[in-house]
């Protein structure tokens, strides 16, 4: 069975680094994408980024290339999602997606991750 | 880039049919057979329920169908029940450079 088992909610200050994590099992974690969803409170899911940890090859979202970062460590078969200075912008929710077969359709999702940045 | 564009918000009576819309451009809906919806209930993560235009998962009902035509793509759910009350959103490749796109979601009501 696909799993995939995102780090616990984090609160942070406007200015701070985070970095969270995605764990993934089930599959074979260097042969599927695997990427990142914004969705903030009340809206709609807003695709971020991918990666293709086999190769390390890794795309973004225009809207969201420059303000983050995703890295896979195969070892553990983790996804990151890393911001090295936060706004108060980035308060929502972020799922983790598997994507299979094409690439382009998102068959597993994490249980998600609150990212609070408040003052 | 913008969403892809559905309707804020539709609505059905048990049994009835109803069909969601998801318009895009000759750029990503209408570039490729790369469109796939997804049902999300309030409180967790969405769920995968067609891809590729017309394909559904195992263990999809089959009472949910997709079709496209040109740039738009539609989601139609037949024998609507209580359970499919949520929120859906479509979701295209986007070209090169955008990679995808999402719709902006539609809320199901079920009356």
């Known amino acids: 069975e696909v799993q995939l088992v995102q780090s616990r909610a984090e609160v942070k200050k406007p200015g701070e680094s985070l970095k969270i994590s995605c764990k993934a099992s089930?599959?074979?974690?260097?042969?599927?994408?695997i990427g990142w969803v914004r969705q903030m409170s009340g809206k709609g899911l807003e695709w971020m980024g991918i990666?293709?940890?086999?190769?390390?090859?890794?795309r973004y979202s225009p809207s969201f290339e420059g303000q983050i970062s995703i890295s896979a460590d195969n070892s553990i078969t983790t996804a990151h999602l890393q911001w090295s200075s936060l706004k108060a912008s980035d308060t929502a929710i972020y799922y983790c997606?598997?994507?299979?077969?094409?690439?382009?359709?998102?068959?597993?999702w994490g249980q998600g991750t609150l990212v609070t940045v408040s003052s | 880039q913008s969403a892809l564009t559905q309707p804020a918000s539709v609505s059905g009576s048990p049994g009835q049919s109803i069909t969601i819309s998801c318009t895009g451009t000759?750029?990503?809906?209408?570039?490729?057979?790369?469109v796939s919806w997804y049902q999300q209930r309030p409180g967790n993560a969405p769920k995968l329920i067609i891809y590729?235009?017309?394909k559904r998962p195992s263990g999809v009902s089959n009472r949910f169908s997709g079709s496209k035509s040109g740039n738009t793509a539609s989601l139609t759910i037949s024998r609507l029940q209580a359970e499919d009350e949520a929120d859906y959103y479509c979701?295209?490749?986007?070209?090169?450079?955008?990679?995808?796109?999402f719709g902006g979601g539609t809320k199901l009501t079920v009356l």
């Open positions: 997606i598997r994507a299979a077969g094409s690439g382009y359709e998102f068959e597993n």
């Open positions: 089930g599959y074979d974690f260097t042969s599927n994408w």
């Open positions: 990666i293709y940890p086999g190769d390390f090859d890794t």
């Open positions: 000759s750029s990503d809906v209408g570039s490729d057979n790369l």
């Open positions: 590729k235009v017309t």
């Open positions: 979701c295209s490749y986007g070209g090169s450079d955008v990679y995808v796109v």
